[in-house]
């Protein structure tokens, strides 16, 4: 590795922005609480991190035993705070997850980046844009066998919610989150997130939800 001058400082923080841009660009596009500019910043800080331990090396190498990942040991550390940040429950549903380990991730990129490892930075880059980019269909392709959503209209969804969630245990159907609205004209609008064993009883459930008193329609979302 040569020495750390500034051009070569300037070149990997350069880098690091561009991989962590690609990556904050595909999480800005779905509205994650970190996005674009986050991505940014993480990396560039934990290059920049890497560039100081590698600065101290060099400048203080002659009098002193300096060990340029002990400053980077604590961004591996230190970025589970921010990820942890991005993590969000509603109701029965965990969100984030996916962004914060992108945030961990960029900061891996930035300190291989900074510590002159750009080949690896960049392979990495790449992997992590085909799991979220091209993995990304195929994920939901997945999970729309066993994960979907019912959509009632009802016309109480305080009285409706009880009927409803007794027809679907009948078929053991799980329950893991749902969204009421109201309408103008006095009807709820209930969405149900369901976890379904198979999705061959879609057509019986949808008929004992809609012979249910008080539902007015339902469809599958």
């Known amino acids: 590795m040569g020495p750390l001058t500034t051009w070569v400082v300037y070149q990997?923080?350069?880098?690091?922005?561009?991989?962590?841009?690609?990556?904050?660009?595909?999480?800005e596009r779905h509205g994650r609480a970190a996005g674009f500019r986050t991505h940014i910043l993480v990396s560039i800080g934990s290059c920049l991190v890497m560039l100081t331990g590698i600065f101290m090396q060099e400048?203080?190498?002659?009098?002193?035993?300096?060990?340029?990942?002990?400053?980077?040991?604590?961004?591996?550390?230190?970025?589970?705070?921010?990820?942890?940040?991005?993590?969000?429950?509603?109701?029965?549903?965990?969100?984030?997850?996916?962004?914060?380990?992108?945030?961990?991730?960029?900061?891996?990129?930035?300190?291989?980046?900074?510590?002159?490892?750009?080949?690896?930075?960049?392979?990495?880059?790449?992997?992590?844009?085909?799991?979220?980019?091209?993995?990304?269909?195929?994920?939901k392709a997945m999970r729309r066998e066993w994960h979907c959503t019912l959509i009632v209209e009802t016309r109480s969804s305080a009285k409706m919610l009880p009927a409803i969630r007794q027809a679907l245990v009948e078929h053991e159907v799980e329950v893991y989150d749902f969204d009421v609205q109201s309408a103008s004209d006095g009807r709820s609008h209930i969405s149900l997130s369901l976890r379904l064993q198979t999705d061959r009883a879609k057509p019986d459930i949808l008929q004992d939800i809609l012979r249910v008193d008080g539902v007015h329609h339902a469809h599958w979302g």
Request: charge should be neutral.
């Open 12 to 27: 990997r923080l350069a880098i690091s922005l561009l991989l962590a841009g690609i990556i904050g660009y595909e999480r």
């Open 59 to 139: 400048d203080f190498s002659s009098s002193h035993d300096v060990d340029p990942t002990r400053l980077a040991a604590q961004v591996v550390s230190g970025i589970g705070f921010l990820g942890a940040g991005t993590i969000l429950r509603s109701r029965a549903t965990i969100l984030g997850l996916t962004t914060a380990a992108s945030l961990w991730v960029v900061a891996g990129i930035g300190l291989a980046v900074g510590a002159g490892f750009i080949s690896g930075a960049v392979i990495a880059s790449a992997l992590v844009m085909v799991a979220l980019f091209g993995l990304s269909s195929w994920e």
